[in-house]
């Protein structure tokens, strides 16, 4: 049995405070990743929190994309799970280009997959 999807796992350093603090530029970015993706947008929910940062979630028929942001450290976590054909790494990479990251770090997960019970 293959694995049923991947998950990658970001954080993303030196993006700049304005875009991170952008509710606007948060939902393009996601829209951007998602259509790189090939993933199908079902629904897209932004929260703006009081003084600064945002969470946004994507809800996927392929799963989901979140992201949260600390725009005062320069610093956001995102979550890109794709089921199926998506291509999740093309959508990482337009998600880092679109909040200008200048450092990240990706870890990948195949989810579902099979675990050896001896």
Do not use: Y
């Amino acid at each position: 049995m293959k694995p049923l999807g991947i998950h990658l796992i970001i954080d993303g350093w030196q993006s700049p405070p304005s875009l991170l603090n952008d509710a606007d530029h948060i939902r393009f970015a996601l829209t951007q990743a998602v259509l790189a993706g090939g993933a199908t947008l079902i629904e897209l929910a932004v929260h703006q929190f009081n003084p600064q940062g945002l969470t946004a979630t994507a809800t996927l028929a392929e799963s989901h994309m979140t992201i949260h942001t600390w725009p005062e450290l320069g610093f956001f976590a995102a979550d890109i799970f794709f089921c199926g054909n998506g291509d999740a790494e093309a959508a990482m990479r337009v998600l880092l280009e679109c909040l200008q990251a200048q450092q990240s770090r990706v870890r990948k997960l195949m989810r579902g997959e099979p675990v050896d019970v001896g």
